[in-house]
């Protein structure tokens, strides 16, 4: 398996663009989960997907930031304005969830994008 | 609420050095998962282990070992004999391994603050 596949790995855009964030989970996984760190915040869960559906999106900073997963192989994470302080490494993990058995539980990480808003 | 706390913020060793991680964690759920990741300089975030909190039992992979405490709620890591590649940030991280009944938080994966690891030549 190829693993959880990010694109872009980097993405320089300037204040007030829209950027968009994509990622493919492990096939067959069924729990998608979107990360971002900081310097200042460490690692920060921003949402959650079981079987595409949005679980928690408590963590989402405000209503500039939306994700998505249409289908079981595909997520996207947007920022519409973006603005500096949105400049982090944004991480997406998938994982079986225990409905599968609790030994099978655990994440995989994809390499991340470093996002950068000038 | 969940809580990791990796009180130590950088470790500098020199090489063949033991090192140990440690890891603190709260948490009110009475099942749950402890996971070790490596961050590299390169940015990924590479697992390590993962233990669930009914498995108590020390594990040991090659120059790593991790010893888990549920009456001191701590799952330290342990390097032997470090090597220069070793060298990276080490997150510890907890969630919970069951839904609660009405709430959402399984699948939160609550991560420490990481602890820089630097082992020198």
């Known amino acids: 398996d190829a693993g959880v596949i990010q694109s872009p790995r980097h993405e320089v855009t300037e204040m007030g663009q829209e950027v968009t964030l994509r990622c493919k989970p492990i096939s067959g996984h069924d729990y998608l989960f979107w990360y971002r760190q900081t310097m200042m915040r460490g690692l920060e869960l921003l949402i959650y997907f079981n079987n595409n559906v949005p679980i928690d999106d408590s963590g989402m900073p405000e209503d500039r930031f939306s994700a998505k997963m249409p289908n079981a192989s595909f997520s996207t994470l947007k920022i519409q304005p973006s603005e500096p302080r949105d400049s982090a490494v944004y991480f997406c993990?998938?994982?079986?969830?225990?409905?599968?058995?609790?030994?099978?539980?655990?994440?995989?990480f994809g390499s991340g994008t470093r996002l950068t808003v000038v | 609420a969940q809580k990791v706390t990796q009180a130590q913020t950088e470790i500098s060793v020199v090489e063949k050095e033991d090192v140990t991680l440690d890891c603190v964690y709260e948490?009110?759920?009475?099942?749950?998962?402890l996971f070790w990741y490596k961050q590299p300089p390169s940015g990924e975030l590479v697992f390590l282990i993962r233990?669930?909190?009914?498995?108590?039992q020390n594990e040991i992979s090659g120059r790593y070992s991790w010893n888990f405490q549920k009456s001191t709620s701590s799952f330290n890591f342990t390097i032997t004999a470090s090597q220069v590649v070793d060298s990276a940030v080490y997150f510890c991280a907890l969630t919970p391994a069951l839904n609660i009944a009405g709430g959402t938080s399984y699948g939160k994966l609550t991560f420490g603050q990481g602890t820089i690891l630097t082992v020198h030549p």
């Open positions: 948490t009110r759920d009475t099942t749950y998962y």
């Open positions: 233990r669930n909190s009914f498995d108590e």
């Open positions: 993990a998938s994982s079986f969830g225990p409905e599968k058995g609790l030994w099978n539980y655990g994440y995989t």
